[in-house]
């Protein structure tokens, strides 16, 4: 079995890297972009909900309305069946009671009037309230539907260049040690699509915490992957490539 060359396989495993990074990132976008929608859709059942309780209380005063004008009704009734009845009474006593008895119901009926007026009034407001509610839920609805078709279309667009990478980088690891890809594939995923770091100076390029010398000069014999010693990365020279 010929001896595998460590900077090869750096080398090699740096141009897979420059695939997963991008992988990576399109993943994190799809994970993104839909909570944008969300949010909007959030709105948008926000003031749906909001225009379902104006059309509700608008239900509410309607039904007390009808309410009021049944009492109005009975009540009309009952003056004129009270004032059918002053014909048949005797004395004064009677008549004055029976009067008084008109008044207390006539002074009912101009409650209820007020009452069913003031239920008009109310049923109006929330109808205007409800009118305008609905060209805002109108805008919030095509506003949510508008983004969503944008972000739908920018998703299957990052689904089809995820694939296109995928296929790229499905050609490069058969050249890579199972080993070493599993090794770099560990980090990869515990770094959130980046395994591989270049030396900056003298600072690890994926923390930029200080490498010791003995590192430093491990890198540069190049017999093995040496990682950072704070962040696990694969650490690598560009000059020693």
Known sequence: MPE????????????????????FEMKRALIEKPSLVEELKRQFESKKLRLSELEQKVKSVQLKRKEQELELQTKEQLIVKANSALNEIKTNREYTAKMSEIESLKADKSIIEEKILQLYDDGDALQKEIDKEKGVVAGEENKYLAKKKEVDDEVKLIDDRIKVLQGQRKQLTPDIDSV??????????KKDGL??????????????????????NAIKMGQDLIECESCSRILYLEDNL
């Open 195 to 216: 395994a591989l770091a270049p030396i900056t100076g003298s600072s690890c390029g994926g923390c930029f915490l200080n490498i010791r010398p003995q590192t430093f």
């Open 4 to 23: 595998i060359s460590i900077k090869d396989q750096v080398r090699k495993l740096i141009e897979v890297q420059k695939l997963d990074a991008q992988i």
């Open 180 to 189: 070493i890809l599993s090794r770099y594939e560990t980090i990869l995923n």
